[in-house]
């Protein structure tokens, strides 16, 4: 248990121990009749008064000069907390709020004194009188401004009282914290301090921080607060951006084909006004377009929308922000990027999506091949691949693996290397590559077919002609063209025909893509050899030859106008 009060240094002092006395006395009116009777009526809510005597002995001379000083600011309607003895609290203990009546002070020496004081206890919710008021109540100040704060307090009576800006620093204000005087009576005094702003350059909308007015300290107990909204007027360079919807600054935009997705903008330093939007070149429908800010000069956003074209391959173009006029000034510039997909394949070297990949003896370098990888709106993880039906050791020296690709949630790449057992089959063999996450039985991103070629498969790089001028086509019925087991990946197959159908010249086969060919194919050439006397192009569309050979079957030309080339 400990006995005592704090100072305004906020020291607690403690009286000597057994220097505590307590005193009650009834309050109460008496009122004396004849044949000595009375009447005794009590004063007052709690008709007692309540006074402690304490004493301090042989203290340093320091102490009592902080006591008495405690004392002489308190003054006898100032109240403070006393922390006394109480068998009923569960502490030992409690707070009674007192004044100090009186106090008498004994100098031993001229380092040694002693003091002894009366409190009187008073019956108030809080100690001291908290009546302090700021006259304005909270307030604003523009930059740069100097304003008056001024304040009145009840029941206090002349002081010196503190104030400080709380969460506030030297580069908005001119000074944090002082003192002033209040003066008048007791009832009502009246006081005022000077706050100051400093202009700056910089654009940070509006600051509030908390004024507060203090007694003993800068640091003292608080008697009223204001809130203060400093008002900003600088006026900073402007700046406009591209930005997610977090408001954090991007420097590409990503959208799928046919997608429709917003486009953010921040602007700072700007009276909010329209501005504009331009996508170069022509791969957009709506290239150009308005933005209507919402906000203040320091602050303000907005946004548009944009609908993506419909596109195979990536797209890359130029998104504009202008100010003034679609044709006004560029005030920022972000790469806007047209995906095809979104999602994990396997992709070429260039990043054209495939169905198919092949290895064998015509690879480079023989026998081993390289698959790309491309993720688009994907998020960076472990990939891994594995080709399904192959041996380990026997088909390839690998038949799984995993690889981790680079870049970011939008656009990732990586890559992983095959390798072909030798020597290679006799006959063509396919296998089935996919692309998986999670692990080597995980879901399947993208499937696509591994070819491997034989040894005498010939890798074309330009178009075959086949030249039928020997047939006589009246004749024959059947002749085969020997493709002598290559692998066609060229454009177009040309088959001239140079013989006379009466007036025929000629008759091409076009190949646009490949694509591995594991069914017959028949295409129907509705030609009148008679009345026909230019070259006919049949699309192969997707097809990659890979048998031995194409029989053609020419039938009777003088009667019959079908010609089918059927692949066995």
């Given amino acids: 248990m400990t006995v005592g009060f704090e100072d305004l240094a906020f020291t ?7 220097g505590v006395t307590k005193n009650i006395k009834p309050i109460y009116s008496l009122t004396t009749f004849g044949d000595g009777y009375e009447n005794r009526v009590s004063i007052g809510t709690d008709a007692r008064e309540e006074t402690y005597s304490i004493t301090f002995t042989n203290r340093p001379i320091e102490e009592i ?70 006259s304005s109540g909270n307030f604003n100040i523009n930059e740069g401004e100097v304003k008056t704060v001024n304040v009145s307090s009840l029941e206090r009576g002349p002081e010196l009282l503190y104030w400080s800006l709380d969460g506030a620093s030297l580069a908005d204000f001119q000074a944090l914290n002082g003192s002033f005087n209040m003066s008048g009576t007791t009832s009502l005094s009246q006081g005022s301090f000077d706050i100051g702003t400093l202009a700056d350059l910089a654009t940070e909308g509006p600051e509030t921080f908390t004024l507060s007015v203090r007694e003993a300290s800068i640091s003292g107990t608080v008697l009223a607060q204001v809130i203060v909204t400093i008002i900003d007027t600088s006026r900073g360079p402007e700046t ?14 990503y959208i799928l084909q046919q997608d429709t997705d917003t486009v953010y903008v921040s602007v700072q330093n700007f009276e909010p006004e329209d501005i504009y939007y331009e996508i170069s070149g022509s791969d957009y429908s709506t290239s150009t377009g308005t933005i209507s800010l919402t906000g203040d000069f320091a602050s303000s956003s907005g946004s548009f929308s944009i609908t993506a074209p419909s596109t195979n391959v990536d797209l890359t173009n130029t998104l504009r922000l202008r100010k003034d006029s679609i044709s006004g000034a560029i005030v920022d510039t972000i790469t806007l990027f047209t995906l095809p997909f979104a999602g994990a394949q396997a992709v070429d070297e260039q990043g054209a999506v495939i169905d198919s990949v092949s290895v064998g003896p015509n690879s480079s370098p023989v026998y081993e091949t390289t698959v790309f990888f491309k993720g688009t709106l994907f998020p960076i993880e472990q990939i891994y691949w ?32 095959i390798t072909k057992q030798v020597p290679s089959p006799e006959l063509v063999e396919f296998y089935t590559l996919n692309l998986r996450k999670t692990g080597f039985t995980g879901q399947i991103l993208d499937t696509v077919d591994l070819i491997v070629e034989t040894t005498g498969f010939i890798q074309r790089t330009a178009s075959d002609s086949v030249d039928l001028s020997s047939l006589d086509f009246i004749a024959t019925k059947n002749t ?19 013989s006379d159908f009466i007036n025929t010249q000629a008759i091409e086969v076009s190949r646009s893509d490949n694509k591995v060919l594991r069914a017959t194919e028949s295409v129907a050439l509705e030609l009148e050899f008679i009345d026909t006397n230019l070259t006919d192009n049949i699309a192969r569309s997707t097809y990659s030859a890979t048998d031995t050979a194409d029989p053609v079957d020419q039938g009777n030309f003088s009667s019959t106008s079908i010609i089918e080339i059927t692949r066995i």
């Fill in 65 to 134: 000069r902080a006591i008495s000083g405690f004392f002489d600011n308190r003054g006898k309607y100032k109240t403070f907390d006393f922390t006394v003895p109480d068998s009923n609290e569960p502490s030992g203990e409690k707070i009674v709020v007192v004044y100090c009546d009186s106090y008498t002070v004994t100098y031993l020496n001229d380092v040694i004194g002693s003091i002894t004081a009366k409190f009187v206890r008073v019956y108030e919710l809080v100690s001291g009188t908290s009546s302090v008021t700021v």
């Fill in 386 to 417: 594995t080709i399904e039906g192959a041996v380990q050791g026997v088909d390839f020296d690998q038949v799984q693996g995993s690889f981790l690709p680079t870049g970011d949630d939008n656009f990732s790449e990586g890559s992983f290397v």
């Fill in 240 to 253: 406009f951006n591209f930005v997610d919807a977090q408001d954090t600054l991007i420097g590409a935009f």
């Fill in 480 to 498: 085969s063209i020997a493709r002598y087991r290559y692998i066609s990946k060229d454009i177009i197959d040309s088959i001239t025909i140079d």
């Fill in 12 to 18: 607690f002092r403690v009286p000597d121990r057994g």
